[in-house]
C-alpha cells in the first residue's frame, strides 16, 4: 500500500511533543502541526505551540476546540476543582491528571484532517513515562491505527494507509531530551506545567520530569 513523505503532528508545546515536531521535520518533505483547547488548565501551553509551529516553519498550524471537555469531572487537568498532585504518578493505575479518551479524541480530529489533506502520517509523542495512561500504551496506537484506516478515505480510494508515527514508544524521557538536544530543539520555548502557572510551578510530576531529563543533557 502507498505511503507519503506528508506529517501532522499533535503539538502541545511540551518538551516531548516539540521533540517530535523537530525530528518530524527531518523525516518528512511537509509537515502539519494540530494543538487543541480542551479548557486544559495548563491552556498557556498553546501560546507556546504557536511559537513553536512558527519557527519550525510547518505548513500550517490546526488549532481546535474540544468544548465537550468542559462536561466532564474529575481530572485535574479539566477539573478545577481537583488539585493537580505533587507526588509521583501511581504506579499501574491511570493518575488523577488522566483527561478521558484524550488521546482517542485527538486522533480522531487529527485523522479527520489528515484524510482531508492526504496526509499520510500523524505523529503522537506518546513515551515509555506516559504508560500510566492508558491512551499512551503500543496497543492503543496499534488500535487506533486500524479504526483511523478503516474509516478513511485515503485508504479505501487512494490506498494510501494513514500511519500513526510513534518513535518515541520505547524511549524514556531523558532519551527524548537527549535526541531534543541533537535536533536543537529550543527547550526553553516549551512549556510542560500541568498547573499552568507562569513561571511553571516546578513541583508537578511534569515539571519534575521535565527538570530531571533536562539536567541529564
Same mark, same amino acid.
Given at each position: ?71 466532564? @469531572?474529575?481530572? +485535574?487537568?479539566?477539573? $478545577? %476543582?481537583?488539585? #493537580? /498532585?505533587? !507526588? ?85 524521557? @531523558?532519551?527524548? +531530551?537527549?535526541?531534543? $538536544? %541533537?535536533?536543537? #530543539? /529550543?527547550? !526553553? ?29
Amino acid at each position: 500500500m502507498e505511503t507519503n513523505k506528508k506529517a501532522l503532528i499533535l503539538l502541545s508545546g511540551g518538551m516531548d511533543s516539540t521533540t517530535l515536531l523537530w525530528l518530524a521535520k527531518t523525516k518528512f518533505e511537509q509537515v502539519w502541526a494540530i494543538s487543541f483547547d480542551y479548557g486544559q488548565r495548563h491552556q498557556i501551553e498553546l501560546k507556546y505551540a504557536k511559537e513553536l509551529a512558527k519557527i519550525a516553519g510547518v505548513q500550517e498550524h490546526i488549532i481546535v476546540e474540544l468544548p465537550i471537555y468542559r462536561n466532564i @469531572k474529575g481530572s +485535574a487537568l479539566i477539573d $478545577k %476543582e481537583v488539585d #493537580v /498532585p505533587k !507526588e509521583d504518578y501511581p504506579e499501574g493505575s491511570p493518575p488523577i491528571t488522566t483527561v478521558p479518551m484524550r488521546n482517542l479524541n485527538f486522533l480522531a480530529i487529527a485523522s479527520a484532517f489528515a484524510d482531508n489533506l492526504g496526509i499520510g502520517n500523524i505523529g503522537i509523542g506518546v513515551h515509555a513515562l506516559d504508560t500510566p495512561y492508558p491512551d499512551c500504551r503500543p496497543e492503543f496506537i496499534s488500535a487506533a491505527e486500524a479504526a483511523i484506516n478503516a474509516s478513511a478515505i485515503l485508504t479505501a480510494e487512494r490506498k494510501i494507509r494513514i500511519h500513526l508515527w510513534a518513535p518515541f514508544l520505547g524511549m524514556s524521557k @531523558k532519551d527524548i +531530551a537527549k535526541l531534543g $538536544k %541533537e535536533l536543537g #530543539v /529550543p527547550f !526553553e520555548k516549551t512549556y510542560s506545567c500541568y498547573l499552568g502557572t507562569d513561571p511553571p510551578c516546578g513541583e508537578c510530576p511534569t515539571c519534575r520530569q521535565r527538570e530531571e531529563a533536562l539536567n541529564s543533557i
